[in-house]
T-cell receptor, first 110, second 115 residues
Framework: GNSVTQMEGPVTLSEEAFLTINCTYT??????LFWYVQYPGEGLQLLLK?????DKGSNKGFEATYRKETTSFHLEKGSVQVSDSAVYFC?????????FGTGTSLTVIP | NAGVTQTPKFRILKIGQSMTLQCTQD?????MYWYRQDPGMGLKLIYY???????DKGEVPNGYNVSRSTTEDFPLRLELAAPSQTSVYFC??????????????FGSGTQLSVL
């Protein structure tokens, strides 16, 4: 079946630290991959996406590369800020349905 | 620009009570969805709609009902609330579905507790 597995949280980092949130997937067909972010008190919003193997999605300093050989889509940022504190969801869409990971809570401390 | 609006934000129900979670979008999207998120779990699809008058079950539809009388509104009904329905509920909408879908637009969620 289709599923997304992402690293357990919560994650706490100091400002300007390097961030990696791991995400792996199982899917039939050729999925598109996404990272969504949920800031406190808000709904999920799209952070970045990649639609085919080796594509790199990027936005707001975050990056993720679609790795078909390792079925992964890890989220990275070189220098996190306090404003990046949020919950991050990895997701895929295949066929007619989205599949979401469990979410990883990130807290960045000054 | 409002986007997707959900009400209420929080609600406590007693077992057996009923309620309706409201969802409205102002983007003229055809597709609308209801998800629930339980602690430590990903979002699970409850129901979805591909347009006014058309709804279909998702992964976890039991205990819920929906209707789609207009493009804008997609209410979710709980008829006999049970503790297993304690969760955070998200409404979402999109232009299209599946691989052609650019992204989902989400509401801010409803935190429901059934005691």
């Amino acid at each position: 079946g289709n599923s997304v597995t992402q690293m357990e949280g919560p994650v706490t980092l100091s400002e300007e630290a390097f961030l990696t949130i791991n995400c792996t997937y199982t899917a039939t067909g050729y999925p598109s991959l996404f990272w969504y972010v949920q800031y406190p008190g808000e709904g999920l919003q799209l952070l970045l996406k990649a639609t085919k193997a080796d594509d790199k999605g990027s936005n707001k300093g975050f990056e993720a590369t679609y790795r078909k050989e390792t079925t992964s889509f890890h989220l990275e940022k070189g220098s996190v800020q306090v404003s990046d504190s949020a919950v991050y969801f990895c997701a895929l869409v295949t066929g007619n349905q989205f599949y979401f990971g469990t979410g990883t809570s990130l807290t960045v401390i000054p | 620009n409002a986007g997707v609006t959900q009400t209420p934000k929080f609600r406590i129900l007693k077992i057996g009570q009923s309620m309706t979670l409201q969802c409205t979008q102002d983007m003229n999207h055809n597709y609308m969805y209801w998800y629930r998120q339980d602690p430590g779990m990903g979002l699970k699809l409850i129901y979805y709609s591909v347009g006014a008058g058309i709804t279909d079950k998702g992964e976890v539809p039991n205990g819920y009902n929906v209707s789609r009388s207009t493009t804008e509104d997609f209410p979710l009904r709980l008829e006999l609330a049970a503790p297993s329905q304690t969760s955070v509920y998200f409404c979402a909408s999109s232009w299209d579905r599946g691989r052609a879908n650019e992204k989902l637009f989400f509401g801010s969620g409803t935190q429901l507790s059934v005691l």
